[in-house]
């Protein structure tokens, strides 16, 4: 190819901008690079190689910079995922009837492991192995059992009277 075929196609100041990078390689290497053919054809082009042979005025290195930010990156994730995983397996270990409870008459009620407190009053509890929504009560050194039920948010304790009667109360869960 002819530098005059290219330059006659080229705006005037791009003919001159062409020149003038043509003139800079002839006389860097003493002859006309862009007609001279590749040297070894198996080679290939590498566009890093032609920038550092050919500025003065920047140093280019491959920086391992964007390696060690996606492995940092990475390992914070993971680490965040199984620090969620950890919060959640120990929330999805939670009784629910857990927390604070008010009943339609006022009575506070609150369940945590191993204690019911309520109306400021606190009583040990067991959940007997093998039965469903039962609730052991500590009293006066016996387990007295109360059936409960949990419906639309709401806890149905079920309480025997000292007359054998059944009495329900209805709580509702307590919001802070």
Not at 34 to 55: G, R, T
Not at 93 to 105: A, L, R, Y
Not at 113 to 124: F, L, P, V
Not at 131 to 141: D, K, Q, R
């Amino acid at each position: 190819m002819n530098k005059n075929n290219i330059t006659d196609s080229l705006t005037e100041k791009q003919a001159e901008a062409f020149n003038s990078i043509v003139s800079s390689s002839v006389s860097e290497s003493g002859t006309d690079s862009l007609s001279e053919p590749l040297k070894n054809k198996d080679e290939e082009f590498d566009i890093a190689d032609f920038i550092v042979k050919h500025s003065t005025h920047y140093n280019v290195k491959k920086s391992k910079a964007p390696r060690i930010i996606a492995i940092v990156v990475v390992a914070v994730v993971i680490i965040g995922l199984c620090v969620i995983a950890a919060l959640a397996s120990s929330n999805g270990n939670k009784n629910p009837i857990f927390g604070k409870w008010v009943s339609e008459q006022g009575i506070e009620m609150e369940i945590i492991e191993d204690y019911i407190t309520i109306d400021g009053y606190s009583r040990k509890y067991i959940i007997p192995e093998g039965e469903e929504n039962v609730i052991a009560l500590s009293v006066n050194g016996e387990y007295v059992k109360m059936l409960y039920k949990l419906e639309d948010g709401k806890l149905h304790l079920i309480i025997p009277s000292a007359d054998g009667e059944l009495e329900t109360i209805i709580y509702k869960r307590k919001r802070d």
